[in-house]
Every structure is written in C-alpha cells, then in structure tokens.
C-alpha cells in the first residue's frame, strides 16, 4: 500500500497553479503552500493522498478537489502518450469523495482510484488534485 506523508514532501509557494506540470515524479505526490494555510497536492493514480494538519486543534477545510486530467504533462512521466490525450476529464464525484473523508478530520486518507472516484475517462491515466486548508476546530464554518 503505498502512502505518503507532507512532511517528505516539496513544499512552495503557488501563484500560478497552471504553471507547474509534474507530480513529483514518477512515484511521488506533490505538495505546494498556495499561502500561509493552504495546499495543493497531486497524487498520481494508484497511490494514497494523505492530508494532515500540524496541530491537533486545526482541522482540514478542502476548497477544491479533481480527479481525472486536464492537461497532456501533469503526472505523465512514462505513460504513453495515448493514455494523456483526453484533457476534459473529471470525475463529479471528486468534492463528495474527499470532503466526506476529510473535512472537519485533522488528517485523512484518499485512494487515487477509479474504484473509490469512478472512471471518467476510459483508458486515460488520471490524478488526483486536493486544495485544503487547516482551519482551527473551534471557528464555526
């Protein structure tokens, strides 16, 4: 089963998410700060996204979440070309998914699966992208 953890991770700050075209390699998920509290991180299909705040009194808030692909390079290291064509691909179950596992949680786990998303995209190679911020447990939402 193969996990990941943040603080292994490439962390940065993020102005321009279109800009950035990678997952890391070919194994490994990316994390970027977009500010002071909030994340993005792809994980490529078949591993496991692991989301965790560094204290116990926050909480994980997701603003955004996609699985499927919209570009031909983001977590395309050595997949064939036929399986990154597709570029209008998203599962409209990503939101549901991911916020039913981690919202309000202080850290959570997402398989990158079609089993757990469903498969918008016969036959294309999809990864998982999750914005989330760490919000104190205590503010009300």
Known sequence: EDHWNL???HHRHLSHPQSHQHCGGPHAP?????HPAAFWQEVPKGLTAKLRNSFFHQAIRLLNTH???HD???????RPTSQLQVVTCSSSKSDDVVASS????????IPATNSVFGD??????KYLEVVYTC???YLKQ
């Open 102 to 109: 981690c919202n309000g949680k202080n850290s959570c786990t």
């Open 7 to 9: 603080s292994s991770l």
């Open 67 to 69: 699985y499927g692909r």
């Open 30 to 34: 990316l994390t970027h700060t977009l």
């Open 72 to 78: 031909k390079t983001t977590c395309s290291d050595g």
């Open 120 to 125: 918008p995209c016969v036959g294309t190679y």
């Open 135 to 137: 919000q104190c447990k």
